[in-house]
T-cell receptor, first 114, second 117 residues
Framework: DAGVIQSPRHEVTEMGQEVTLRCKPI?????LFWYRQTMMRGLELLIY????????DSGMPEDRFSAKMPNASFSTLKIQPSEPRDSAVYFC????????????FGPGTRLLVL | AQSVTQLDSHVSVSEGTPVLLRCNYS??????LFWYVQHPNKGLQLLLK??????LVKGINGFEAEFKKSETSFHLTKPSAHMSDAAEYFC???????????????FGTGTQLKVEL
């Protein structure tokens, strides 16, 4: 099992540029979660999908952030335009919904916006 | 509403001595509880989980945790610390989404474990 795959692992960009983070969930999992981790705020849930449908995006900070899940094996998190305060580690996690749900995390994308 | 309180932001132990990382939770429902570990510059790895079966849960790398409903606690322990245990540990409680589909995790603020020779 390859686990949750995220790309890129590191991204450095300049303020105002568009950033796209990618995630491939574990095969067979039908829920996908995007988290952001910062020193100040810890781990925050941004958005999650169930069966490719966004269920709760209340954690998305503002309209500059958007997420899509066009199919069961791929999701993107886009920031446009990026700002220095978006610098963080972004994690993707997936799970198979059921009675006992364990979320499996990807290695994260470390984003630095200059 | 659900919440998790990790009582210590930093814990330092000597190699070979016991580890205790404390976690208290609050939940309006019967909770599922998890401990995740994060090594530097790595993702989060599941250590163990409690989902209403046995109250003493054994996880990977010799860790275990006991669910105590009367104390609303889920402390993580290990009899003998190893240098490789140095990492950040997160206690997590789930709350089921009211719209259905997927449990939302509520994370504690983390406990940084330092293991000294």
């Amino acid at each position: 099992d390859a686990g949750v795959i995220q790309s890129p692992r590191h991204e450095v960009t300049e303020m105002g540029q568009e950033v796209t983070l990618r995630c491939k969930p574990i095969s067979g999992h039908n829920s996908l979660f995007w988290y952001r981790q910062t020193m100040m705020r810890g781990l925050e849930l941004l958005i999650y999908f169930n069966n490719n449908v966004p269920i709760d995006d209340s954690g998305m900070p503002e309209d500059r952030f958007s997420a899509k899940m066009p199919n069961a094996s791929f999701s993107t998190l886009k920031i446009q335009p990026s700002e220095p305060r978006d610098s963080a580690v972004y994690f993707c996690a997936s799970t198979k919904t059921g009675r006992e749900e364990t979320q499996y995390f990807g290695p994260g994308t470390r984003l630095l916006v200059l | 509403a659900q919440s998790v309180t990790q009582l210590d932001s930093h814990v330092s132990v000597s190699e070979g001595t016991p580890v205790l990382l404390r976690c208290n939770y609050s939940s309006s429902y019967s909770p599922s509880l998890f401990w995740y570990v994060q090594h530097p510059n790595k993702g989060l790895q599941l250590l163990l989980k409690y989902t209403s079966a046995a109250t003493l849960v054994k996880g990977i790398n010799g860790f275990e945790a006991e669910f105590k409903k009367s104390e609303t606690s889920f402390h993580l322990t290990k009899p003998s610390a190893h240098m490789s245990d140095a990492a950040e540990y997160f206690c997590v409680v789930t709350r089921r989404s009211v719209t259905g589909g997927g449990n939302k995790l509520t994370f504690g603020t983390g406990t940084q474990l330092k293991v000294e020779l």
